[in-house]
């Protein structure tokens, strides 16, 4: 079945400066891609969908870009900020439309000082 | 507006205790229905899901089962609890059209079994 890693698992930046974080995946088969965001102690946030057709999708204040070849989907905050400090999460869909089964990367914790 | 409930918000259980996890859906008719499971540091895992009522895919089973009732509810059990259930359980939506499959997380049930 898919595999995804997630790196770096930890990441700490300064207010202002970037992060990037990035998953590879094995399915060339996966189709949809997601990214999720986790603040201490509750639930997933729904940051950005990525369908594979797309390799560029700009959010408020994040890039998210997709290399269907290297098979690598990639988060990028442009100016983190310290309300961006949480849990980020991967994931890839299936393919075939029936996005039942979502893999996820184990995570990132980014951490953004003042 | 689509609302997902979990219930109990968190949960003290002893090993070899019946346990029993709720999530219902409103504002939605019909959804795709998904139960996760997040360990201590992070990592999720699919657990289950569902397309319609009475129906249950098991994706990973852990010792757990899952029930779909009624089209709004899902439902996760086991009869015997392990230290190794103990964690953050989610509960997840998404619509069956193609293309509208992301998937919404509900707020998430917190359980420790000792």
């Known amino acids: 079945g898919e595999q995804v890693e997630q790196r770096p698992p930890h990441l700490s930046v300064r207010e202002g400066d970037s992060a990037v974080i990035t998953c590879t995946y094995t399915?060339?088969?996966?189709?949809?891609f997601f990214w999720y965001k986790q603040e201490p102690g509750a639930s997933l946030q729904l940051l950005m969908k990525?369908?594979?057709?797309?390799e560029i999708n700009e959010g408020q204040g994040f890039t998210v870009l997709l290399n269907k070849k290297d098979k690598r989907l990639s988060l990028n905050l442009t100016a983190a900020h310290p309300g961006d400090s949480a849990a980020y999460f991967c994931?890839?869909?299936?393919?075939?439309?029936?996005?039942?089964?979502?893999?996820f990367g184990k995570g990132t914790l980014l951490t953004v000082t003042p | 507006a689509q609302t997902i409930h979990q219930w109990p918000v968190a949960e003290i259980k002893a090993v070899g205790s019946p346990l029993s996890l709720g999530c219902t859906i409103k504002g939605k008719s019909s959804p795709n229905l998904y139960w996760y499971w997040q360990a201590t540091g992070g990592t999720l895992q699919q657990l289950f899901y569902s397309i319609t009522v009475g129906q249950v895919e098991s994706v990973v089973q852990l010792n757990l089962s899952a029930s779909r009732p009624k089209d709004d509810q899902f439902i996760l059990s086991t009869e015997k609890l392990l230290l190794s259930h103990s964690g953050f359980y989610l509960c997840a939506w998404s619509l069956r059209d193609w293309g509208q499959d992301t998937q919404y997380f509900g707020p998430g049930t917190r359980l420790l079994v000792l």
């Open positions: 994931a890839a869909g299936n393919s075939g439309g029936s996005n039942y089964k979502l893999t």
């Open positions: 990525v369908f594979s057709s797309t």
């Open positions: 399915d060339p088969n996966s189709y949809y």
